[in-house]
């Protein structure tokens, strides 16, 4: 097998993997998962959720997602900090696009590749990140 192909091909496990993690989302309006790689090994995980110690419900009443719920993202990259893990050098494998306070932590956290299923209406953090060095890369599923 090819370089590429098989590049493409552990893209797509860990894209697939990622949504697989993120049905432990409590979230009801979007549940996303997030894997951080680095050298083929899952370092870290993550999926949108409240913080350690909340109830683990993510809407309001009103269906609107409360303030304080973590992104995927912002999940698996300060996990990883509390780890003896290092995220410089990982790729972050996401099942949606990333908002801008995610492109921030990204950018911050020395990961240089990002690979995502489904783009978000909001385009700012994906717009952010290819203002980067950071590899940034659309992958659709075939579902």
């Given at each position: ?50 913080p ?51 492109s ?9 590749r ?30």
């Amino acid at each position: 097998m090819m370089k590429e192909e098989k590049k493409r091909k552990f893209d797509k496990s860990y894209l697939e993997m990622a949504h697989v993690w993120a049905k432990n989302s409590y979230c009801k309006r979007r549940q996303v998962g997030a894997l951080l790689v680095k050298n083929r090994m899952i370092i870290s995980d993550g999926y949108n959720g409240t913080p350690v110690g909340f109830e683990n419900i993510c809407e309001d009443e009103e269906g609107t997602t409360k303030t304080y719920v973590l992104h995927a993202e912002a999940n698996a990259i300060t996990k990883v900090a509390q780890s003896n893990n290092s995220s410089n050098g990982a790729t972050l494998y996401i099942t949606d696009a990333p908002c801008i306070e995610c492109s921030k932590l990204i950018i911050q956290s020395g990961i240089t590749r990002v690979v995502y299923d489904r783009k978000y209406r909001i385009t700012d953090g994906l717009d952010l990140l290819h203002r980067t060095d950071i590899e940034v890369e659309q992958l659709h599923l075939d579902k």
